[in-house]
């Protein structure tokens, strides 16, 4: 770790308050420096229309989200600000918020594994003698199968990684699902061969696809079998990252109040409470799948606004993740949580399939995505690295989430910075904003009626005063 790095400090007080420029000088302060490219490029969205023309097809324009910092995190003993690229207010916030919680403690300590991707090949049989032909005549060529595969990715194998194994497996028709009754086709025999790459630092579905074609016509040949698709698999469980945090109870107790001295062993029951009400809310979602997809969308949120930000396909990670919080056979949270033994703790774990990259795909087109990377440094860098931060965000979300819920609800937070995008909705100019926020949160009406109502009080106050300055500067006058 460089010297500047291990004496960063990701904790900056009223960052939330600043404008823009003294944003950056505050990072600046903590070793952080954007160049000027990747600034302009954060005022334009990331992307010039000419390169987003080389991305897609039938491009019209573009289309931006924010790019938002989120701050306090400590990861693996090393202070971090997280990019994150997202259009839902309070994310960035209670992530920012849980992380500075976790300070108390050792804040995030997390771990990956190494890159390995499973890449599949479909092949249909016409019976069981051929099935069973097949498995016998494959395991006997395996070492092989394996030397063609990794002809097929020399480049990978140059940097260390490759082709590690193959495995083959029948695929059973799938009674449970009633929904495909009348549509599947259960006589058919099925299997797959599976190849396990170990992509290093790429997400992998190029390289992948490409083996997979490649093998699968050589499989074809040798075997003189009928194969069908050849493609990666998303589902990438052999390549989960996880993120433990202790979150110390007295640090969930609710806001000391200012006129009151702090009350250490009040707050200790409230903490303590309130961890065995944030343990609740896990459980529920253990047992039940319509709470687990609400759960582990909270995880999502923030992983998905790093994933965003650093340039990866969320689409992948997303898909994994749902498919293995269902690899039981019931579809589950994600993460973990329970009062530690001696009650001073909530302990709160996650894994997850965490396939992302840090070389290919569109990473270095997009310009944002520099920024991103200038933020991270050298947790940028390494697949695995990004993949333990992304795994802290989404865990730092989820607790996020469920202190909020088991506490006075997500609604009051939320809504107090969803108002801000309510009246921007409404016509609100930048300098009507901020007091129109607080006169609505101190009301408790959080919403577009009583916001186009105090808009409207606003304005009839500011056309009055004018004229009434008027009209007593005229009485004076008058005498
Ligand atoms: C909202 O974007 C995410 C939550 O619904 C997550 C959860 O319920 O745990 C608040």
């Not at 709160?348 to 569109?362: D, F, H, I, N, Q």
Request: hydrophobic content about 40%; overall charge neutral; glycine content about 8%.
């Amino acid at each position: 770790m460089s010297e500047e790095r291990s004496k960063r400090s990701s904790r900056v007080p009223g960052f939330y308050t600043q404008g823009r420029e003294q944003r950056f000088r505050a990072l600046g302060a903590e070793g952080i420096h954007f160049t000027k490219e990747e600034k302009l490029a954060l005022d334009e969205g990331g992307l010039t229309l000419k390169r987003a023309e080389n991305m897609i097809e039938n491009v019209l324009g573009l289309y931006s989200l924010p790019f938002g910092v989120a701050l306090n995190f400590r990861i693996d003993h090393e202070d971090l600000f997280i990019p994150l690229v997202v259009e839902e207010p309070s994310i960035v916030a209670a992530c920012s918020n849980i992380a500075k919680l976790s300070r108390a403690g050792d804040g995030f300590i997390t771990s990956s594994e190494a890159s390995v991707m499973k890449g599949q090949i479909q092949i249909l049989f016409n019976d069981a003698f051929g099935l069973n032909t097949f498995k016998q005549a494959f395991e006997n060529a395996k070492p092989s199968l394996l030397e063609s595969a990794n002809r097929l990715c020399p480049g990978l194998v140059s940097r260390g990684g490759g082709v590690l194994a193959l495995r083959f497996r029948t695929l059973p028709p799938n009674a449970r699902s009633k929904y495909h009754q009348g549509w599947s086709s259960p006589d058919t025999i099925m299997g797959v061969v599976e190849l396990h790459v170990d992509c290093i630092d790429a997400m992998g579905a190029n390289i992948i696809n490409s083996v997979c074609e490649g093998m699968r016509f050589e499989l074809q040949q040798r075997f003189n079998i009928q194969t069908h698709i050849a493609i990666l698999s998303n589902l990438a469980d052999l390549r989960c990252a996880e993120a433990r945090v202790e979150i110390p109870l007295h640090a969930l107790a609710g806001k000391e109040s200012k006129d009151s001295t702090p009350d250490e062993s009040q707050r200790y029951v409230e903490g303590l409470q309130q961890g065995h009400r944030i343990v609740s809310a896990y459980e529920m979602a253990l047992r039940d799948p319509y709470r687990a997809c609400t759960h582990n969308k909270g995880i999502m949120n923030g992983i998905d606004g790093v994933a965003v930000a650093t340039g990866n396909d969320w689409r992948s990670i997303e898909a994994a993740a749902h498919a293995y919080a269902a690899l039981s056979g019931q579809y589950t949270t994600l993460s973990r949580f329970r009062v530690s033994r001696d009650e001073q703790n909530l302990e709160c774990e996650l894994r997850m399939p965490m396939a992302v990259g840090t070389v290919g795909g569109s990473i270095l087109v997009h310009e944002g995505v520099r920024a991103a990377r200038a933020l991270l440094g050298a947790r940028a860098e390494k697949a695995g690295e990004l993949a333990r931060v992304m795994v802290a965000v989404g865990l730092a979300q989820n607790i996020g989430a469920l202190h909020a819920l088991a506490g006075e609800g997500i609604q009051r937070g939320h809504m107090s910075l969803h108002i801000r995008q309510v009246l921007l909705e409404i016509g609100a100019a930048s300098h009507e904003i901020s007091t129109l926020k607080e006169q609505l949160i101190a009301t408790g009406e959080l919403n577009r009626q009583a916001a186009r109502a105090a808009l409207k009080a606003l304005r009839n106050k500011d056309c009055k005063e004018p004229k009434d300055k008027l009209v007593m500067s005229k009485l004076k006058r008058e005498g």
